[in-house]
């Protein structure tokens, strides 16, 4: 059956109606009208035959229709009399009145609040986890949060005051302390919880005592105190707080009896969590004032969540505010993430939002195919296949390797870019620590991140530093290494079918990898060799037109004869008036130039040939160096002369 176009208007949600649609393609127009409100033009007659259409027999063209005079059709019912009694007779006046008026509110006229404080952006943000802390603390358990330092002032006020319970911090005066200058000197003197013990001993059963950084408590005398009980034999009930970037001994966190953890945004609210959930609203959505909607032209709220993966809720609002105070309304959505990526960098943040696509990666047709398989998986952008099968078919990850400058890392930036996803990249070494246990630790929170934020991808620049083969001698770098490769693959097995994270790792030598990591099921080797004779015309070209090198042969075509220029100048000239009469053009002699290159560049890797092209524009630019096709032959023989001095040298 061939499929129907429809124009319709979805406003802000046809993101998320056309992924809906993907993975319920079966499901009729009526039915999905129901869930997604829409608007069509007036000489669209939406008929019984139409509606009754499978969502596979449809392709949706979103367009834009003014809200005034035109209806809102919901699958049921409608105020336009082109639908029919057939359609008017399954609902009351009454009911099409207010449905039509909730559906205009909710799609078209979503409206963002005026002002949106820290508190309400917190509470937002993490309800979920507020919830668990609130319902441990009712139950009188005492909890260990890993959050970000800037949160604990909002988190402990709101949950204890959602657990009934009364929040005494931890610089607290008892009564039993002296007061006054004396008093103030001996806290200073002794430390800034010398007033710990009073206040754990008199600790009552409606309290929590909130410890805001427990590793300041991290001492041998003082982690024996919080196991003492108070004056009412009873175990005293703590809300404690720690900073991923901070650890503390095993024995203190074991004093805990739940430990949770707050990394970033959540992708969606808790309650939109749930996989039968078919309407799904990004966090991001419910964080913005309307000023700082107003900003965007074209708002994409799965763009804006990746741009601003890594961001903590507080973090996010400032990165708004800024948004809000610097941009113009109704900016183009690229010239806000700018500032968003500037923002993020004054802000300490390391997470980077790679703008390369797989254009800008000349030849390896192959492995590109094989990689938009991949993102297709991942981006559920493949019908007739629900979560379920996708998730089954779901790669865990890849490994290029290959000689060096081939393009591994710019095929990773690409994957990560294309997929709309949000993006760790970490240098392998980074990973590595001198104290035993932190590498791992390190490890755990970069995959607990993504998994928080799935889809996700991890890139793992120089993998083989973390992910070379175990040793069996006993030495401390070898039980160091051995350790590392044994969490990554606990990380890796702990994925579940739900959560789509994919590991990406580059190296020079898989050679040296662990074997285990190379299984079908855990990370697929992808070779990134040598360029051939196509792949090398297209770096060639991509690198001319990158460096402007086919400007400058066009400025150079239409410049006027001068009785000044110089020798090589007018061989140039010369050269480009012989191929002219014989029909070639200017972009015709670029051509052969780029082919004169990936020809006699053979064994050349990406990173040689951009060389080329490099150093060509800055001779021009700096000295002037006229660039004929004389200079490349020069430049082509210099590499190769400098390879074979390499190699010798290697020999």
Request: aromatic content about 8%; charged content about 25%; overall charge negative.
């Amino acid at each position: 059956m061939q499929k129907i176009i429809i124009e319709i208007d979805l406003c802000e949600r046809f993101p998320e109606a056309r992924q809906f649609k993907r993975g319920q393609n079966e499901m009729s127009l009526r039915e999905f009208l129901k869930i997604f409100p829409a608007r069509f033009h007036d000489d669209f007659i939406l008929d019984q035959t139409k509606l009754d259409l499978a969502l596979k027999d449809i392709v949706f063209q979103p367009v834009t229709i003014p809200v005034n005079g035109t209806p809102v059709i919901t699958g049921s019912e409608t105020t336009s009399e082109k639908l029919g009694n057939t359609l008017d007779d399954l609902w009351s006046n009454e009911q099409k009145e207010s449905v039509q008026s909730n559906c205009e509110q909710q799609i078209c006229n979503k409206t963002f609040p005026r002002q949106l404080s820290d508190n309400e952006a917190v509470r937002c943000a993490y309800r979920e986890e507020m919830d668990s802390i609130s319902d441990y603390l009712r139950h009188g358990l005492s909890v260990l949060v890993t959050c970000d330092k800037m949160l604990t002032e909002y988190l402990y006020e709101l949950v204890c005051h959602q657990a009934g319970k009364k929040p005494i911090l931890d610089a607290a005066r008892p009564e039993e302390m002296r007061s006054g200058l004396s008093g103030e000197l001996d806290r200073a003197m002794q430390g800034g919880y010398s007033n710990l013990p009073v206040l754990l001993r008199n600790l009552k059963t409606d309290e929590v005592l909130v410890l805001r950084s427990l590793d300041l408590v991290d001492e041998g005398a003082t982690i024996e105190t919080l196991y003492e009980r108070t004056t009412a034999g009873e175990k005293p009930q703590l809300l404690a707080f720690l900073d991923p970037s901070l650890e503390v001994k095993k024995v203190l966190s074991d004093r805990f009896a739940v430990h949770i953890q707050i990394n970033g945004l959540p992708r969606y609210p808790t309650s939109e969590k749930s996989e039968k959930s078919t309407e799904k609203e990004f966090t991001v959505s419910r964080l913005l004032t309307q000023l700082e909607r107003d900003r965007f032209a074209n708002f994409d709220p799965e763009s804006l969540f990746k741009n601003v993966s890594g961001l903590n809720a507080i973090q996010f609002r400032n990165a708004m505010r800024y948004v809000g105070a610097k941009i113009a309304p109704q900016s183009p959505s690229k010239d806000i993430y700018r500032e968003i990526r500037e923002f993020k960098i004054t802000s300490g943040s390391e997470v980077e939002i790679p703008d390369t696509t797989f254009a800008d990666i000349g030849g390896y047709d192959h492995i590109k195919r094989q990689l938009k398989h991949a993102i297709a998986l991942i981006s559920g952008n493949i019908q007739d296949l629900n979560d379920e099968q996708r998730g089954k078919l779901l790669p865990r990850g890849f490994i290029f390797h290959g000689p060096p400058g081939t393009g591994k890392t710019l095929f990773a930036k690409a994957v990560a870019n294309e997929l709309n996803a949000t993006i760790q990249m970490i240098s392998g070494p980074e990973i590595m620590d001198k104290y035993v246990g932190q590498s791992e630790n390190n490890l755990r929170q970069l995959f607990a991140t993504a998994r928080r934020n799935a889809p996700a991808v991890i890139f793992f620049d120089e993998f083989d530093s973390i992910a070379s083969q175990r040793s069996v001698y006993a030495d401390g770098g070898a039980r160091a290494n051995n350790a590392v490769v044994a969490q990554l693959l606990t990380e890796m097995d702990g994925f579940r079918r739900d959560q789509a994270v994919l590991v990406i790792g580059t190296s020079n030598r898989i050679d040296i990898i662990d074997e285990a990591l190379l299984r079908p099921s855990r990370l697929k080797p992808v070779e990134i060799g040598l360029p051939d004779l196509d792949a090398r015309r297209q770096v060639a070209r991509i690198h001319a037109l990158s460096f402007a090198i086919d400007t400058y042969f066009k400025n150079f075509s239409e410049q006027e004869d001068s009785p000044h220029r110089s020798d090589e100048e007018i061989r140039l000239q010369i050269l480009m008036s012989q191929l002219e009469q014989e029909g070639v053009d200017t972009e015709g002699f670029i051509t052969a130039l780029i082919d004169l290159v990936a020809i006699h560049s053979e064994g050349f890797n990406n990173d040689e040939i951009r060389a080329i092209f490099q150093e060509a524009s800055l001779e021009y630019h700096l000295e002037g160096r006229v660039l004929d096709p004389h200079y490349f032959g020069q430049k082509l023989q210099s590499l190769k002369r400098h390879r074979q001095e390499r190699h010798q040298h290697h020999l």
